[in-house]
């Protein structure tokens, strides 16, 4: 046990043991109820430059049209489709059992020099491993965000706004069904401006972006 401790805050392998304890010490947050699992869940379809929307989790705006590279860790690592901390919490475990297996075989005596490779190879092979790990995970979240409630058709019916104020920036509205109100994403059509507890109507869905878009009602008559 105190090699494995002597091992772990090795400096070569450090890095990786702080961000395993701080995802420890989440993961004890969630289970006192301190903190949600949905915790800094990413919108990959919004607006990069857009305002951040703060509900009950953090909601982040991207613009991922030009995303490039960060674009690009976003969908290798299915973020949007798999809770941004399950992710996190991955790479972390996995890179701190590599870091160290591979120091403890490779460079027992800690070399900075040496663990320079150690920890490239570390970042690459986590990244795969995660990647494999998190890819079966997909379906079982996509089955857990699907609202059995939900109405079979949106499109044409009636909404009620729930933002504070809606233009062309992302807001939600409520759908009113026989059981709870189905909450939807929304966009006000260009040129058109809401404020809460506004009824419009659905007219078009984004598929692009995996928003409504809402319009006045009196536009449909």
């Known amino acids: 046990?105190?090699?494995?401790?002597?091992?772990?805050?090795?400096?070569?392998?450090a890095v990786f043991t702080i961000m395993l304890l701080l995802v420890l010490l989440y993961w004890i947050m969630v289970i006192l109820g301190a903190l949600d699992v949905?915790?800094?869940?990413?919108?990959?379809?919004?607006d990069f430059d857009a305002d951040v929307d703060v509900d009950v989790d953090v909601d982040v705006d991207m613009d991922?049209?030009?995303?490039?590279?960060?674009?690009a860790?976003?969908?290798?690592?299915?973020?949007g489709e798999v809770p941004v901390m399950i992710i996190v919490s991955l790479l972390a475990l996995t890179m701190w059992?590599?870091?160290?297996?591979?120091?403890?075989?490779?460079?027992?005596?800690?070399?900075?020099?040496?663990?320079?490779?150690?920890?490239?190879?570390?970042?690459?092979?986590?990244?795969?491993?995660?990647?494999?790990?998190?890819m079966p995970m997909r379906k079982m979240f996509s089955m857990f965000e699907k609202d059995s409630n939900a109405?079979?058709?949106?499109?044409?019916?009636i909404c009620t706004v729930v933002t504070t104020e809606?233009?062309?920036?992302?807001?939600?509205?409520?759908?009113?069904?026989?059981?709870?109100?189905?909450?939807?994403?929304?966009?006000?059509?260009?040129?058109c401006v809401?404020?809460?507890?506004?009824?419009?109507?659905?007219?078009?869905?984004?598929?692009?972006?995996?928003v409504y878009i809402i319009a006045p009602v009196e536009l449909e008559k």
């Open 97 to 134: 059992v590599v870091s160290m297996t591979g120091n403890h075989y490779f460079n027992p005596a800690g070399s900075m020099l040496l663990g320079l490779p150690i920890f490239a190879a570390t970042l690459f092979v986590s990244a795969c491993v995660c990647k494999v790990t998190i």
């Open 166 to 191: 809606l233009t062309d920036n992302l807001g939600q509205a409520e759908v009113s069904t026989k059981g709870a109100p189905i909450l939807l994403n929304v966009m006000a059509q260009q040129g």
């Open 64 to 71: 991922m049209q030009g995303g490039g590279i960060l674009r």
């Open 151 to 157: 109405p079979r058709k949106v499109l044409g019916r």
């Open 38 to 46: 949905s915790f800094l869940d990413m919108d990959l379809d919004a």
């Open 1 to 13: 046990m105190q090699e494995i401790l002597h091992e772990a805050l090795m400096p070569v392998n």
């Open 73 to 79: 860790l976003l969908v290798f690592f299915y973020v």
């Open 194 to 210: 809401f404020h809460k507890g506004d009824e419009a109507v659905v007219i078009e869905k984004n598929n692009e972006k995996g």
